[in-house]
C-alpha cells in the first residue's frame, strides 16, 4: 500500500461495490507529486468510477523517507450513463 496508489484505488472500488477487483479494467491515470486520479469502469457495465489517492502532505514533516508515507483515498466519484 505504500507504493502502489492503484492497488489502493482498486481495493476501495472493490470493496465500496462489492465487487471482484479483477472486474475493474482501467480507463487513465493522471499523476502528480503526491495524488494520483484514476479512472475504472467495471466490465459490461455502464458506470464510470474516479477515485482519487494522496500522499497525506503534512505527514512528510514526520515522516523519516517520504516513499513511506501511506497512500489513502481523498475521493471517489461514480458517473452513471452510457
Known amino acids: 500500500?505504500?507504493?502502489n496508489p492503484q492497488k489502493v484505488a482498486i481495493d476501495f472500488l472493490?470493496?465500496?461495490q462489492k465487487t471482484d477487483e479483477k472486474a475493474f479494467t482501467r480507463i487513465?491515470?493522471?499523476k502528480s507529486r503526491g495524488r494520483v486520479?484514476?479512472?475504472w469502469r467495471i466490465a459490461?457495465?455502464?458506470e464510470t468510477y474516479m477515485v482519487?489517492?494522496?500522499r497525506p502532505y503534512w505527514l512528510s514533516f514526520y515522516a523519516e523517507e517520504e516513499?513511506?508515507?501511506a497512500w489513502v483515498v481523498i475521493a471517489a466519484y461514480k458517473a452513471c450513463g452510457d
Open 44 to 46: 459490461d457495465k455502464p
Open 28 to 30: 487513465s491515470e493522471a
Open 52 to 54: 482519487v489517492v494522496s
Open 67 to 69: 516513499s513511506k508515507i
Open 37 to 39: 486520479v484514476s479512472e
Open 14 to 16: 472493490a470493496q465500496t
Open 1 to 3: 500500500m505504500l507504493d
